[in-house]
């Protein structure tokens, strides 16, 4: 991995309880949170005729911290692992997203979530062998987008139910990556 990147992770990471505790009303209130879900991975802007079919990963596992800030506002730190392309393709691949959360609704709640995403892409095996290619790259950056539904369970935990679209800005390989997701989880 880059150096450059792997700063910019341990320097978001580090900083991001700073960052939370800053402008709160509330400094001790953080909101953690752990799910599940599944993913639709695709690709698109190929630079040559890739035959790349959109692929379900079943596996995908997010841990996140959120703060509101003030009324309608908050943020949401989230980092996923997904596991993509069971059959062809064996890819591992680490998440972090930085998310302006906006509240729409109260209740239920309802947020509209937007924000930068860096992507890490630490296993890939095609057919069985380790692919190593001079193109392919094992970062990536883009942009999340989606929205986030929570129910409150008891006083304490709530439900979360999350669709969400990961868009790569840059090339990944021979494309850029293209992700539909759906998460659930619980929030404490």
């Known amino acids: 991995m880059n150096p450059f990147y792997k700063r910019l ?32 991975n695709d690709a698109f802007n190929h630079v040559m005729d890739a035959k790349f079919k959109s692929r379900l ?63 890490y892409l630490f296993k890939y095996e095609s057919y069985g062998v380790v692919f190593k290619h001079k193109d392919l790259k094992n970062h990536d950056i883009g942009i999340d987008t989606g929205l986030n539904f929570s129910m409150r369970l008891s006083e304490k935990i ?10 790569g800005m840059m090339r990944f390989s021979f494309s850029n990556n293209i992700s539909y997701q759906l998460k659930t989880g619980i929030t404490f």
């Open 158 to 167: 709530s439900l979360f139910i999350s669709p969400r679209l990961e868009v």
């Open 57 to 119: 990963s079943p596996i995908l596992i997010t841990i996140n911290a959120q703060k509101q800030l003030e009324n309608k506002w908050g943020i949401l730190a989230e980092l996923d692992y997904i596991h993509k392309g069971p059959i062809e393709h064996d890819i591992s691949y680490l998440t972090f997203s930085f998310l302006a959360q906006h509240k729409i609704s109260t209740k239920p709640t309802i947020s509209i979530l937007a924000g930068p995403y860096i992507g």
């Open 9 to 40: 992770i341990l320097l978001s990471v580090s900083i991001l309880p700073l960052i939370l505790n800053a402008q709160s009303k509330d400094t001790n209130k953080f909101n953690f949170g752990i799910g599940a879900g599944v993913s639709i």
